[in-house]
């Protein structure tokens, strides 16, 4: 490692906000691999909070990252609707602060699918946005803020599965939590369609995004629509351990607020900038049958 005459790292600095989710802890894992030349800082709660702005603009100021990676949101539609003032200080308010300081160097946002109303699926970059909850519009409105710098990023991605340090933020561990307690099996929707991506390949391409300085929005996420019956079919076969089984149901009989159906997002901007393909998540299973996922 490079280093002053006082002994400290002259790499540039670079940050990634909630270094504790998954996608932000794929982000913390890969670095090593994918951006050598780069000093790391993983934020998280511990390090200083995001809703102090006085302290974020202090540790920028202090540590001047050339590359911030913002991860950390409020990620759940139920979350949202829990904390609506929360939800749009965190997604919205955190996100145009970071934004406006990093004025002058990269910055990457993570968006969602739920920007869509999920009424046609296949979803370009360009296509309109509609979001039918709190959650979707606050992505939204933090995607304008962003994108009022011509430099810098926005992914919008669809479920990411993995290994979170938490264990329960990966859409894999989310169901097999769910399925372990469940007595009396689970019903799973067949008419609600998303694009899984491991987090991993989420993770890969941002780096070789980041790396030629791509900028505006682009959709990363899987490469085949599955509904949730479907995703779940294809992980209970790495789980002999659950034994609650899985039937097949409609959105259309869920008495919550409206979903949104259909928001598998069309990759084929991205998968023509990459120089390896994003996988579909059927592929990626049979490839990596020894990982934990």
């Not at 990457?108 to 979707?136: C, I, M, Q």
């Not at 933090?142 to 990966?170: D, F, M, Q, W, Y």
């Not at 089984?245 to 069309?266: H, M, Y």
């Amino acid at each position: 490692m490079a280093t002053s005459p006082s002994g400290l790292s002259t790499k540039p600095s670079f940050w990634i906000t909630g270094a504790n989710g998954l996608i932000g802890s794929y982000f913390v894992q890969t670095a090593p691999l994918f951006a050598p030349r780069w000093r790391v800082r993983a934020l998280t709660r511990a390090d200083f909070d995001l809703l102090d702005f006085a302290s974020v603009r202090r540790e920028f100021a202090k540590d001047q990252p050339k590359l911030i990676l913002h991860c950390a949101a409020v990620s759940t539609v139920a979350d949202a609707q829990k904390n609506p003032p929360l939800a749009r200080r965190v997604n919205v308010e955190v996100t145009q602060l970071l934004a406006e300081l990093a004025a002058e160097i990269p910055f990457v946002f993570f968006s969602t699918d739920l920007v869509f109303d999920g009424r046609k699926g296949n979803y370009t970059e360009t296509d309109a946005a509609n979001p039918l909850h709190l959650y979707g519009e606050t992505k939204l409105a933090a995607e304008g803020v962003v994108l009022k710098n011509p430099r810098h990023l926005v992914i919008r991605t669809s479920l990411n599965g993995g290994i979170s340090r938490a264990g329960n933020r990966g859409f894999n561990e989310q169901l097999r939590s769910a399925l372990s307690a469940a007595e009396q099996g689970m019903t799973l929707f067949s008419d609600e369609f998303r694009s899984p991506i491991a987090a991993s390949e989420t993770a890969r391409a941002v780096w070789e995004l980041v790396e030629k300085n791509c900028s505006g929005i682009y959709h990363i996420a899987g490469a085949e629509k599955l509904s949730r019956w479907q995703i779940g079919e294809l992980l209970v076969k790495r789980w002999p351990e659950v034994t609650a089984k899985l039937q097949s149901g409609s959105a259309k009989d869920f008495p919550g607020p409206p979903r949104a159906l259909d928001t598998s997002l069309n990759i084929s901007k991205v998968q023509n900038i990459l120089s390896k393909p994003l996988p579909t998540l059927s592929d990626w299973l049979e490839q990596n049958p020894d990982l934990d996922f």
